[in-house]
Nanobody
Framework: QVQLAESGGGLVQAGGSLRLSCTAS????????MGWFRQAAGKEREFVAN????????NYADSVKGRFTIARDNTKSTLALQMNTLTPADTAEYSC???????????????????WGQGTQVTVSS
């Protein structure tokens, strides 16, 4: 069982930065690939970024590529999302998710992940 808890959301002006964190309560964090997803009001949940269990492979949605950076620290069981040059279009609830690294499939799909945090709200004002 994996329990995830996000933090770091808030209100920021366009052009600003935020750093989200996700803390995992799990025996072996390095056994899990991780992802960040977001859901804006009235819209479907969408993929933001994912990272392999050892941190060597990352993928980003085109909409955040070059602005967001996903990283993990397996010694601390934490996942981070550094978000720069934020725009109002980035306003959403952001959630981290985990899936056992042995599972194969599309890690850009929310349905592929088994464990989810409660989410943290990010609001970008214009």
């Amino acid at each position: 069982q994996v329990q995830l808890a996000e933090s770091g959301g808030g209100l920021v002006q366009a052009g600003g930065s935020l750093r989200l964190s996700c803390t995992a309560s799990v025996d072996t964090f390095s056994n899990y690939a991780m992802g960040w997803f977001r859901q804006a009001a009235g819209k479907e949940r969408e993929f933001v970024a994912n990272i392999g269990s050892r941190g060597g492979i990352t993928n980003y949605a085109d909409s955040v590529k070059g602005r967001f950076t996903i990283a993990r620290d397996n010694t601390k069981s934490t996942l981070a999302l550094q978000m720069n040059t934020l725009t109002p279009a980035d306003t959403a609830e952001y959630s981290c998710a985990a899936v056992n690294y042995k599972r194969t499939g599309d890690r850009t799909r929310a349905g592929f992940f088994d464990y989810w945090g409660q989410g943290t709200q990010v609001t970008v004002s214009s």
